[in-house]
T-cell receptor, first 114, second 116 residues
Framework: EDKVVQSPLSLVVHEGDTVTLNCSYEVTNFRSLLWYKQEKKAPTFLFMLTSSGIEKKSGRLSSILDKKELFSILNITATQTGDSAIYLCAVEVVMETSGSRLTFGEGTQLTVNP | ETGVTQSPTHLIKTRGQQVTLRCSSQSGHNTVSWYQQALGQGPQFIFQYYREEENGRGNFPPRFSGLQFPNYSSELNVNALELDDSALYLC???????????????FGPGTRLTVT
């Protein structure tokens, strides 16, 4: 059975801190790994990673994938209160139909205090 | 905002009833996937529709069914509602070119279903 595990499940930091969120996976037919931010309802897309060792950056957020060790990290530097959210890691898995589905981890609840 | 819309935003139903949730995909997207997100959990894949056909299904019973229309909008139907069906139902649209390349899935705001 496909599995995605995120750690920590919960994290409380102060504004300005740097955080690292972890995601490990065991799946068959891996296609890509995605990170989403979920504040109230809709998860919003952050990154899609398909190749090992290539860092993707967007402002204070960055992410990297290790396909040999089967994990990814999401870094947030100089955290702000607006970064408070649930961060979801999802692995895109190819189905027998050749379509793909996302298998999600439980998420990391990040709280940034002023 | 992603351009994916869902209706209704909230819904309260009684155990045993039936419900229909709706999703309009982002312009140009031909694939819709549905997910169930229970409180405190990550979303779980229900099924996917591609060009009006079911294109893969997760571990959900047959009382969860769906449709996709020619304009690529979609419906999720749940029959014989159970208390455990209470969750946030998310739809996500994407573009599948059939080449095997990855395309991001963009999520709608979800429908919060409460079964009493």
């Amino acid at each position: 059975e496909d599995k995605v595990v995120q750690s920590p499940l919960s994290l409380v930091v102060h504004e300005g801190d740097t955080v690292t969120l972890n995601c490990s996976y065991e799946v068959t037919n891996f296609r890509s790994l995605l990170w989403y931010k979920q504040e109230k309802k809709a998860p919003t897309f952050l990154f899609m990673l398909t190749s090992s060792g290539i860092e993707k950056k967007s402002g204070r957020l960055s992410s990297i994938l290790d396909k040999k060790e089967l994990f990814s990290i999401l870094n947030i530097t100089a955290t702000q209160t607006g970064d408070s959210a649930i961060y979801l890691c999802a692995v895109e898995v190819v189905m027998e139909t050749s379509g793909s589905r996302l298998t999600f981890g439980e998420g990391t609840q990040l709280t940034v205090n002023p | 905002e992603t351009g994916v819309t869902q209706s209704p935003t909230h819904l309260i139903k009684t155990r045993g009833q039936q419900v229909t949730l709706r999703c309009s995909s982002q312009s140009g997207h031909n694939t819709v996937s549905w997910y169930q997100q229970a409180l405190g959990q990550g979303p779980q894949f229900i099924f996917q529709y591609y060009r009006e056909e079911e294109n893969g299904r997760g571990n959900f019973p047959p009382r969860f069914s769906g449709l996709q229309f020619p304009n690529y909008s979609s419906e999720l139907n749940v029959n014989a509602l159970e208390l455990d069906d209470s969750a946030l139902y998310l739809c996500a649209s994407s573009l599948d070119s059939g080449t095997g390349a990855s395309y991001e899935q963009y999520f709608g705001p979800g429908t919060r279903l409460t079964v009493t």
